[in-house]
């Protein structure tokens, strides 16, 4: 099955940014993104792939190392960018803050327990975020600009408790996401 490792976000932060994402439709009527919805919004940890039946045990135990220890933490979801630029974008994204520093250790963590599993960490580093949607032809313009004006927004604050192993389905609608283990902190 094809599995990530994520955090939740809160039904209230959630709601915010499904008007953050309505707010930028409208400003931006005719680009081409794929948005995300509401209902799916998490922050990813890392994303495993295919992960055999017989082997979700081991991610499960290895993703409770990475937490044990670990207390809750409290995250902000706050301005909005895009990857690479928020001028041409192929991600739409809000910012998380808050607790940071614990949360980036965390995915450190899992980075590490779930390598000798055979999903070897990432080159690049970890940068928390929120994906709103993904453009599927970046061009300049009103995106940008309606990125621009909702720069600064703050969508909530929300508590984190555990670690979740996801399973996504790909459908022609877009992904859908089956929590296949929860893992407190």
Do not use: N
Not at 54 to 60: K, P
């Amino acid at each position: 099955m094809r599995c990530f490792v994520a955090v939740d976000v809160s039904p209230g932060v959630r709601q915010r940014l499904a008007e953050v994402q309505a707010r930028l439709r409208k400003a931006a009527p005719g680009a081409d993104v794929r948005w995300t919805r509401p209902e799916a919004l998490h922050l990813t940890l890392k994303f495993l792939g295919e992960v055999p039946d017989a082997e979700v045990g081991a991610v499960e135990r290895a993703l409770a190392e990475a937490a044990a220890g670990r207390g809750r933490m409290r995250l902000v979801a706050r301005g909005v960018g895009g990857f690479p630029s928020a001028r041409r974008p192929r991600v739409v994204w809000v910012g998380v803050g808050g607790d940071v520093d614990a949360l980036g250790r965390l995915a450190a963590a899992v980075e590490r327990t779930v390598a000798p599993l055979g999903h070897p960490a990432e080159g690049r580093g970890f940068t928390a975020h929120l994906t709103l949607g993904r453009v599927r032809v970046p061009a300049r313009g009103p995106l940008g600009d309606a990125i621009a004006a909702v720069s600064d927004v703050d969508a909530g604050t929300w508590d984190v408790g555990d670690v979740v192993l996801y399973r996504s389905r790909l459908r022609p609608t877009g992904a859908v996401y089956e929590a296949v283990a929860r893992v407190p902190l």
